[in-house]
């Protein structure tokens, strides 16, 4: 049940750009990103950890 109700406020901040504009939605992918890298941490494994630090530090370094 939690997630379905997590699923559902995914859809509408995809869809929310149509509605409030690319800064909302660029505010609204950084909170997706941030929320999904909370829920995979929360499955408290060293190797999604890793993985985690790896894609993170790979973006980070790779648009600037």
């Known amino acids: 049940k939690y997630f379905v109700k997590q699923y559902y406020k995914i859809v509408f901040l995809f869809l929310g750009h149509t509605v409030y504009g690319n800064d909302q939605a660029i505010l609204a992918g950084d909170y997706l990103f941030a929320r999904g890298t ?9 190797y999604i950890t890793k993985l985690i630090a ?10 600037n």
């Open 38 to 46: 909370e829920l995979l941490e929360s499955l408290e494994s060293p």
């Open 54 to 63: 790896l894609v993170l530090y790979t973006f980070y370094f790779h648009t």
